[in-house]
């Protein structure tokens, strides 16, 4: 299960609906085994497509020194899709190089609505987890969950 601060989970639709056409992608950093997101990162994509996001190589080696300086990981890795809903393609799929990691796909396809959903990507073996959204996150009482 994906236990999520509001704040974040508010932050990660609004970069989906601000990137909208194209697809918005970041990262949420956080502790190294804690299973905490607390650090919101949004990425540029790169590629600039409604279809399609890559995160600048440099921007990720950026994110990825920083991260092992804070002792954090990737906690999140997050984005939308603009057109279809919010679960992972095949390139999705093949691309998810992270166990540990949450991936969240945010679907702008209707501007009324607000799909969230959250995976997890092993071995090219997708599940889907439960998303709890709470007021704040207590740092104390979170811990992995598989």
């Known amino acids: 299960m994906l236990v999520i601060d509001k704040s974040i989970y508010d932050a990660i639709v609004a970069h989906a609906r601000r990137d909208h056409p194209d697809e918005a992608c970041g990262v949420v950093a956080g502790p190294v085994g ?42 999140i890795i997050y984005h939308s899709h603009t057109a279809t809903e919010a679960y992972p393609s095949r390139t999705d799929v093949s691309y998810a190089s992270e166990p540990n990691a949450h ?15 959250s995976f997890r990507i092993v071995d090219g073996s997708v599940t889907e987890e439960e998303v709890r959204v709470v007021p704040a996150l207590d740092i104390n009482s979170e811990t992995r969950n598989s």
Do not use: K
């Open 34 to 75: 804690s299973d905490r997101p607390v650090r919101f990162v949004p990425m540029t994509n790169a590629a600039r497509s409604p279809t399609f996001y890559e995160f600048d190589s440099a921007d990720l080696l950026r994110l990825y020194r920083e991260m092992d300086e804070r002792g954090e990981e990737p906690v």
């Open 103 to 117: 991936y969240v796909l945010v679907s702008t396809r209707d501007p009324d609505t607000v799909e969230f959903r």
